[in-house]
């Protein structure tokens, strides 16, 4: 079974530039997240669907950051315009259902650096 | 809010000793727990994932208990090994399937 895919794997911009994530969730996944963290933290929640429809978002910054799920699929994530403090790993994670107790599968993650 | 630590934030070990990592939470009104493992630069493992109803799940070296009522959580970790080296994240899933995690503990296992 082919886990989570996200590209890129890296991305270097500078400060007020936008960049854009893409996830490719496990086949048959309904649920996808997008995780912020941080150098030295856990990952937060940013983002979180069902199928393409947003269930919980209260944890993004709206100003500057957006996410879609076209389709129920695959899922974009941009930052515009950047700033230092968005420097972080950007981690997709999808999961079978909402249901209460089902497991979370992560990709690799991206890792953006604001100069 | 719950809120999700992790002790020792790191831990040096010689090769072949037995180790507990801690996880406590403030709220025990979750579904289950997950342990992960991440390696840097790396995404995360998911390692263990402890129903709200069990006690504790294990697989190979790895022992994960949970008691609900005191919001606390041990992964045991038998015969380390070098390989064992990263950090380890415990996180929580709240209503809605939500993870919400503590910071982890970077483990180093020294052969």
Same mark, same amino acid.
């Given at each position: 079974e082919a886990g989570v895919a996200q590209s890129p794997r890296y991305k270097i911009i500078e400060k007020r530039q936008s960049v854009a994530f893409w996830c490719n969730p496990i086949s048959g996944h309904a649920t996808l997240y997008w995780y912020q963290q941080i150098l030295g933290q856990g990952p937060k929640l940013l983002i979180q669907f069902q199928n393409n429809g947003v269930? &919980? &978002?209260?944890?993004? @910054? +709206?100003d500057r950051f957006s996410a879609e799920r076209l389709k129920g699929v695959d899922s974009t994530l941009k930052i515009? @315009?950047? +700033?230092?403090?968005?420097s972080a790993v950007y981690l997709c994670a999808s999961s079978t259902?909402?249901?209460?107790g089902t497991e979370a599968f992560f990709g690799q993650g991206t890792r953006l650096t604001v100069v | 809010k719950q809120e999700v630590t992790q002790i020792p934030a790191a831990l040096s070990v010689p090769e072949g000793e037995n180790l507990v990592l801690n996880c406590s939470f403030?709220? !025990?009104?979750?579904y289950n727990l997950q342990w992960f493992r991440q390696d840097p630069g790396k995404g995360l493992t998911s390692l263990l994932l402890i129903q709200s109803s069990q006690r504790e799940q294990t697989s190979g070296r790895l022992n994960a208990s949970l008691d609900k009522s005191s919001g606390r959580s041990t992964l045991y970790i038998a015969?380390?090994?070098?390989?064992? !080296?990263a950090t380890y994240l415990c996180a929580l899933a709240e209503y809605g399937n939500k993870l919400v995690f503590g910071a982890g503990t970077i483990l180093r296992v020294k052969s």
């Open positions: 269930v &919980d &978002d209260s944890q993004l @910054p +709206k515009q @315009p950047a +700033k230092l403090e968005d259902r909402q249901g209460a | 403030t709220d !025990s009104a979750i015969a380390s090994q070098p390989g064992d !080296s």
